[in-house]
């Protein structure tokens, strides 16, 4: 049973960093395996919370120093090259425990803020934040896993046939590489969704997250299931995850934490044995289609 | 408050694993450290301990190939500078955290919110190197195919800079009197501003190194700290005065503003053993590795050139990725006197971006920095340590104190956020 919950503070609120800190320290007590940096709706959607999560992640990392820590942000608004490099960076010095959640809930602020060229037909969306994710991952993708030797007596850093140009071109974003960052230790940092936020994407996601019904549709297929519950549902939630419905729980509601703390004592954290999330979640580590085969 | 803090300030300019190139081979380097969270710690700890004024990391926006091969003997320059130095605020309280971000490849909303953030982790230690963008492959990896020309890149970087500090006054409860014009003019179509949480300083120091007309009017008009290049105590006054001149002239204070030379330097107890030291990390970058530094400097591969021929000039100018004309002025002395490849490429490498280089003892160290401020030719230094970690700890552990003797350099920090420490006794 894995459990996530998520995290955002409120503009207005004189007291924020020390909230903020305290209930990172109790989710951490807890032990939440999911910690997603966003801002959760009444409606139970995410959106891109007020702290900018790409530069919170490395910061509140150090308290949440177990679970996966996902930085909820824009899709269609962000740029391929910065994220590919902000979370190459998050991932190292996480030990590969970082996740991204693009999400196009939420995009009005941006769209006001970014300007008029950000501006989409609402069926163009998904197709963008495809292209988003698609131009990213080829950025990860421009150097190959292996790539950094680093040794001192030879001088040998890195092995220059296992980096190289990508020149990703897509229907929005366009992209030559290579990233000025090694490729993150899980390959990939894990791509989370909200299937109430994006349906109907053209690339699975590593984690997703919903309703029983958004659960059970294609969307899912693939992915490590997490059931958005709250105080009310959370019970049915419990016998849906038993029944193999999904592999765990989102909490959400205003006493979120106090849930995530009830849930802990009935469901002890399983061990789990990988170098990073990517493996301890049991997903694969992502292929590489720019990687050249050298010959031994 | 401002005598307390000392009329010397000083900032941590780091790279992952220092100036030199061949830095990372040095025996007390740990160049696996620079992607590991405790690296950061540590020394984030270190220079708060020795009470700089703040920890900056530069920032470039291109791979570091040139005509597609990759370097493999020059290591990784620096991780993102947002998460490094989120990583910093997590175990400091006081010392400030400064990211290099380009104006030319952002935009405001994006900027202001990455900063916000970064000001509210670390409750109001945030600062911002203000940069455009040189290198000519960056435009690529943004789906564009050349770098815009230079003024109209710091007619965009002042129309940017007005429009994050109108989000940031906006979030602050405070609009800005122009935050119409700031949203909404030649650059920029902003109709909203977003929502961030407030932090003790509303918004980061500004920082810029211009050295061009352009660039310096820039600084001039906005910075509160400025890096340059100085050798000599000469070009650092001479580039002081321009700049208070320009500010002057702007309406602004020039009292206002900290103008911070870069220094790189290599310590030791003796003046024998820190030659000794520097001859070694010049050494460490062998023949292939300042043909590859090189290569990136102008945008073509040398390793592919017999290393004993002089450069090819027409052949190199007529593929390389930098404009044809900077690098024909650049490489046209080494093929005048004859030389090699390989001599030039090393000649090259042992003066990294022509920063001043500071090699001897932490005494004469002190004595110099001493020196200059004496001369009003800077009022701090930009410190880019040889190589990483070990230069930075000799710094902290013997310099610093000496300052702090002198009563140059403040001995307790006067205030929390990064605006404060830049108070000084300045002698405008
Ligand atoms: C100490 C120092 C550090 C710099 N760091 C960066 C950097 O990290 N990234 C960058 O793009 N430019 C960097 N620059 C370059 C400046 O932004 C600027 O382009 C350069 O000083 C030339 O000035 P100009 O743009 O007016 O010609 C740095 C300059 C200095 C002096």
Redesign the pocket.
Known sequence: MYLSISIDVSPRDGAAFARLGQQADRIEQAGADFVLLAHETGAGTLEPGRLEAVVTLPWIARRLATPVVVAALPAVHSVPFHIARALSAADFLTSGRAGWLPLLHGGARFDAAYGDAYHLPPGDRVAKHDDFIRATRALWDSWDQDALILNKDSGAYLDSAKVRRVDYRGPFFATMGPLNAARPPQGHPLLVRDLDDVAGSTIPADVVLGGADRLAGVDARGAVRLLKVTAATVEQGEALVRAGKAEGLHVAGPDAIDQLEALRRHYTRQPATGATARARLGLAAPANPYSKKVPA | MSRENGRLHLWA?LQGIGFFPGGWRVEKATPDAVFQRAYYERIARMVEDARFDAI??????QGRDAAGRTPGRLAIPTLDPFTLLAVMAGVTSRVGLVA?V?TTYNEPAEVAAKFAALNFISEGRAGW???????PNSPWNFGEPELLE?SA??ARAQAFVDAADAFWRQAAGHPAANAADALRNQWFDIAGTLDFPTSPQYRPVLV?????????N??AQSAEAI???APTIDAGRAYRDDIHERARALGRDPSKMLI???LAFILADTEEEAQRKHRHVLELADDQLCIEYLSESIGYDLTRLPANQPFPLDEICAACEFPAEDVRRMLTPAVEAGLSIADACRDYARKP?G?AIFVGTPEQMADRMETWIDAGACDGF?L?PGYMPSELELFCAHVAPLLQQRGLLRREYQGPTLRDHLLGEFRA
């Open positions: 300019f900056v990391f530069g920032d470039q926006l290099t380009s190197n203000i940069v455009t963008t040189v290198h230079k890149r710091y810029q190194a211009g050295q061009s007309p352009d660039g310096r820039f600084a890096f340059c290049p911070m030379p870069g971006r920063h930009t880019q």
